[in-house]
Structures are given as structure tokens and as C-alpha cells.
């Protein structure tokens, strides 16, 4: 399988606790962002990485949230000290940028879908 | 920030009939593109729009981008039932984050 991966795809925690969760983007992809999604809503951005650089956040990201790519491949984003308000549906999607300013299309993962009770 | 609103939020028609969903923003945008997300997966891109008033089709779609570049339209002519999903709208007018509409969630009955 050639696309987006994300692990783990389920994740359920206490409130209170650290999660991580990983996204292996399409291998020639440069481009990876990170979203979130709760039910009846579209996708809310996070952030977003060129190669390794994270060049990209947004307000919604507070202190708690920390994304990493350190060699420009996978990603991990970390959640500290859960809050039943993080429940949602974590989505990764990359694409390849050609730096002519428009967007690229966007390939989703399947998603970490995190329960916080 | 910029804002995409899309209308209607939900939609039910019988297979057959035609289905409109509208994308507005608040700012003008650079590009548009249109998601669809079946329900339990996640979006998957259909196009993108780039040219004032461009219009596009893929097959029974037809996706259009307003001439001020502040408003996209999708239409599905004669729904099937693989039509049923949620259609997303997503626009950028500066930087690199693809702001999503809260989607039009279509139903399709037989």
C-alpha cells in the first residue's frame, strides 16, 4: 500500500495522559499536514511540514500539542495532558509541493480516532 | 481568519434528482478544492480550481469558481446512490493551510 499511513488507528486514554500518534506520508511527498476532525465538522488544519521544516501552525495548536518530522519522512504528533475536548478524529495528509504557490492535492490517512474519558 | 461556509448542511434527495452544495468565503481565495468523504473513511480530493470563473466537470459533476474568486459551487446531475458522502469545499488565500467548509452531507435514496 502506497498511501498515507497512520498508527495507531484507534486510541482511547484517560484524561490526563500523553498520546502520540504517527503518520508515514506517500514516500515522495515533501509536504505533510496534520488535521483534525470532529463529527459533523470538515477538517480543522493543525499544521503543516515542508520536508523537515514545520512552517505552519495554527491557533488551535496549543502548548499541550507538539508535531514533530525530523528527517522529513514520518511524523508524530504528541498530545500532553489530555483533555476530554482533544476527543476527535486525527487526520495526516501529504502531498508534493512544486513551490509554484497553489496547493497541491492532498492524500488523507485513515486517521487516529482519539477517546479521551 | 478566513472562513469557508458551505450550504446546504444537509441534503436528501431521491437517486435521480440533481444535487447543488455552495461554498463561500470570506476572503478571496487562490485556489479552490472539493473533497468528497464517504461516511466512515476520510476525504478524498476531487479537483481543484485555480482561474476566475473556471468551470470543470468530471463526468455528472460540474464544479464551478465564482469571478471574484470568493465563492465555488459543485452540482451532481441525476444522483446515484454512490454519490452519498460528505462533499467538502477547502480554500487558501495565503499560506499553506487548506481551510475546510463544514460540508454539505448528501443522502441518496433509491
Known amino acids: 500500500d502506497t498511501g498515507v499511513s497512520q498508527d495507531p488507528r484507534h486510541k482511547i486514554t484517560k484524561r490526563g495522559q500523553n498520546v502520540t500518534f504517527r503518520c508515514d506520508p506517500i514516500s515522495e511527498h515533501n509536504r505533510l499536514y496534520w488535521y483534525r476532525q470532529t463529527l459533523g465538522q470538515g477538517p480543522e488544519f493543525l499544521t503543516y511540514f515542508q520536508n523537515e521544516a514545520q512552517l505552519e501552525k495554527s491557533r488551535l495548536l496549543s502548548d499541550r500539542f507538539s508535531a514533530e518530522r525530523p528527517k522529513g519522512s514520518f511524523s508524530t504528533l504528541e498530545i500532553q495532558r489530555t483533555e476530554q475536548g482533544d476527543s476527535a478524529m486525527y487526520l495526516c495528509a501529504s502531498s508534493f509541493g512544486t513551490g509554484d504557490g497553489t496547493n497541491e492535492k492532498l492524500f488523507f490517512g485513515s486517521g487516529t480516532q482519539l477517546s479521551v474519558l | 481568519g478566513q472562513q469557508v461556509m458551505q450550504i446546504p448542511q444537509y441534503q436528501h434527495v431521491q437517486e435521480g434528482e440533481d444535487f447543488t452544495t455552495y461554498c463561500n468565503s470570506s476572503?478571496?481565495?487562490?485556489?479552490i478544492q472539493w473533497y468528497k468523504q464517504r461516511p466512515g473513511g476520510h476525504p478524498v480530493f476531487l479537483i481543484q480550481l485555480v482561474k476566475s470563473g473556471e468551470v470543470k466537470k468530471q463526468k455528472r459533476l460540474t464544479f464551478q469558481f465564482g469571478e471574484a474568486k470568493k465563492n465555488s459551487s459543485l452540482h451532481i446531475t441525476a444522483t446515484q446512490t454512490t454519490d452519498v458522502g460528505t462533499y467538502f469545499c477547502?480554500?487558501?488565500?495565503?499560506?499553506?493551510?487548506?481551510?475546510f467548509g463544514k460540508g454539505t452531507s448528501l443522502l441518496v435514496t433509491p
Open positions: 476572503t478571496t481565495l487562490s485556489n
Open positions: 477547502a480554500g487558501s488565500n495565503s499560506g499553506y493551510a487548506l481551510n
